[in-house]
C-alpha cells in the first residue's frame, strides 16, 4: 500500500524568508511523487514532479523538492516567500498498483505569508 | 488547449435528494478521475476511468454513489440519496493514460456541493 503524510498543516512564514513544506511517503515501489498547488478558488496546479531521474527538482515559481530515498522524503522548498504563494500544497505519491498508477494525495499543507 | 470542464460549479440540494456532476476532460485523455475533496482534507480517489473501463474505484461508496464514461469521454458522477456528510467539492481530472507513473492530472475547477 502506499500514503503520503504531509507532516504540517498549516506553515507560516514572513515574505522574504525561506519556505519548507515537508512530505514523507510510503511505498513499497519506486514512486513517482509530484506537488500540486491550490489557490483559493482556483483549481489544483502542478508544481513539480519527480519521476526517477535528478534527485533535485526543479518546479514553477521558484519551488524545488529533493527527492531523499533514505528517508523517503519529498520536501517542498522555497529560498524567498512572497504574498503570492499563499496557497494550499498537496503532496502526491502515485505507485503502480495491481498494473495501473494511482495518485494518493496527502492531506495538504496550508503556507501563510505575512508581509 | 481548453481545460476540464466541470459543471455544475455551485449545487445545493437537501439530504436523500439526488444529484449529478459532469465533467468533460481534455480532449484525447484517456484517463478521468474523480475526485472528493472535503473541506481541511486532501482529495479522495473516488474513481479511475481508462477510456470507458473502471481502473479503480475502491473508495467509492457504492450504494450512493455511481459514476459513468460512456463512449470514453464524458463522464457523470450521481450521488443518490445523498447525505450530510457528502458535502464537499468533487474534482474531476484527466491524463493521458495511467500506465505511467509519469502522469500529470489536470484538474477542472471542481463542483462544490452543499447537502442540508
Known amino acids: 500500500a502506499q500514503s503520503v503524510t504531509q507532516l504540517d498543516s498549516h506553515v507560516s512564514v514572513s515574505e522574504g524568508t525561506p519556505v519548507l513544506l515537508r512530505c514523507n511517503y510510503s511505498s513499497s515501489y519506486s514512486p513517482s511523487l509530484f506537488w500540486y498547488v491550490q489557490h483559493p478558488n482556483k483549481g489544483l496546479q502542478l508544481l513539480l514532479k519527480?519521476?526517477?531521474?535528478?534527485?533535485l527538482v526543479k518546479g514553477i515559481n521558484g519551488f524545488e523538492a529533493e527527492f531523499k530515498k533514505s528517508e523517503t522524503s519529498f520536501h517542498l522548498t522555497k529560498p524567498t516567500a512572497h504574498m503570492s504563494d499563499a496557497a494550499e500544497y498537496f503532496c502526491v505519491v502515485s505507485v503502480r498498483t495491481s498494473g495501473s498508477y494511482i495518485p494518493t494525495f496527502g492531506r495538504g499543507t496550508s503556507l501563510i505569508v505575512h508581509p | 488547449e481548453a481545460g476540464v470542464a466541470q459543471s455544475p460549479r455551485y449545487k445545493i440540494i437537501e439530504k436523500r435528494q439526488s444529484v449529478a456532476f459532469w465533467c468533460n476532460p481534455i480532449s484525447g485523455h484517456a484517463t478521468l478521475y474523480w475526485y472528493q475533496q472535503i473541506l481541511g482534507q486532501g482529495p479522495k480517489l473516488l474513481i479511475q476511468?481508462?477510456?470507458?473501463?473502471?481502473?479503480?474505484d475502491s473508495q467509492l461508496p457504492k450504494d450512493r454513489f455511481s459514476a459513468e464514461r460512456l463512449k470514453g469521454v464524458d463522464s457523470t458522477l450521481k450521488i443518490q440519496p445523498a447525505k450530510l456528510e457528502d458535502s464537499a467539492v468533487y474534482l474531476c481530472a484527466s491524463s493521458w493514460e495511467y500506465l505511467s507513473g509519469a502522469n500529470v492530472l489536470t484538474f477542472g475547477a471542481g463542483s462544490r456541493l452543499t447537502v442540508l
Open positions: 476511468f481508462q477510456n470507458n473501463g473502471v481502473v479503480d
Open positions: 519527480y519521476t526517477s531521474a535528478a534527485t
